[in-house]
């Protein structure tokens, strides 16, 4: 015993020794970040750089060997570049719901626990936030792999002349929670439109019959079940937590491999990483053959299209904005071309942003 414990502590002390070298390199990067804080500074650049993440990121995946997955490295240096940003200038980020939303987890999860955070009730409040200054960054969500895409979020890019800056591809997790955690004394549900739609089956198979009740999103749903003995909301773990909810049951969505695609909007336009996506928006002529004038620049130029989506203008009837996703940058010398003879057979073509692409 008294030879493990020698040992433990041998090993203890090695790596407290590699502790302190951690410290003493983190704050030698920290100072080449206020040298770097000095150059932006006076070339007036902005301080968040997508296109720096990303290939910090990349870097660290491919120095990684183990035994850390790359997802924990990864976890450890949103962190550090996220103090970095503090150094340099401290981020303020708009988010959609209330705290404890999946879009608030997803903020975090893009710009760490340095930065500052401010909710948003409506999709249209962190456009709002953002577009007034009063937000660098707006995270909202856009997609999601069972239900779809959310369209209020395509609708106010008619409008708004922010920027997609990044996207951030977060798997989801709903649990339902009341209360006391007693199904047996659920009488109502709340939560928001896709999430229901993600636990149809859980909630037929377990609860039918209940009444349903959509929220604005998860988190104002987790509130409103922590002022009911009777209601149950499906939301986030941390939801819970924050509203003293108990879970009744974990894990419900209908389809384990659920992910949310979320964009981040800004004034700023994201660099060229050579993983990137385009995001485009489209109002057509009304004529025979137009959509596929409208396609077939794609085609010429071997672009791969991620996503077409359609929206009322709600200028005319059945006059329609088209929204595009395609892997390349704004910048790429074809998807110059391709814009250019989009343009020719359209009203009106409005670039969105080009931005990193998130891999699942």
Known sequence: MKNKKAELQNI?????????????????????????????????????????EMEVY???????????????????F?????????????????????????????????????SKYVSGSTLKDVFLEVERGRAHYGVVPIENSTEGVVFHTLDLFVESDLRICSEILMPISHTIMSKSGDIRKVKKIYSNAVAL???????????????????????????????DEYAAAIASDLAAKLNHLKPIAKRIEDMQDNYTRFLVIGKT?????????????VSIKDKVGALFTLL??????????????SRPSRKKAWDYYFFIDFLGHID??????????????????????????CEQ
């Open 296 to 309: 077939k620049p794609f085609e010429k130029q071997g672009f791969n299209l991620t996503s077409i989506e």
């Open 12 to 52: 203890r002390k090695n790596i407290d020794r590699i502790d302190s070298q951690l410290v003493r390199l983190l704050n030698e990067r920290a100072k080449n970040v206020l040298k770097v804080k000095a150059v932006k500074t006076e070339g007036k650049m902005h301080f968040y750089a997508p296109h720096r």
């Open 197 to 227: 739609g993600q636990c149809r089956i859980w909630l037929e198979a377990n609860l039918p019959g209940v009444k349903i009740i959509e929220s604005t999103s998860t988190s104002k749903a987790a509130q409103l079940a922590s002022k």
């Open 58 to 76: 990349r870097r660290v995946g491919q120095m990684n060997k183990g035994p850390f997955p790359t997802s924990t490295l990864e976890a450890i």
């Open 269 to 281: 336009n994201a660099e060229k990483t050579g993983k990137d996506k385009t995001s485009i928006m």
């Open 78 to 114: 949103c962190e550090v570049m996220s103090g970095s940003l503090a150094l340099e200038s401290p981020l303020k980020i708009a988010y959609f719901g209330l705290a404890g939303s999946n879009t608030q987890i997803a903020a975090v999860q893009k710009f760490g626990s340095s």
């Open 332 to 357: 790429d010398p074809k998807t110059k071309r391709a814009i250019a003879e989009i343009e020719k057979a359209s009203l009106t073509v409005k670039v969105l942003g080009s931005y990193p692409r």
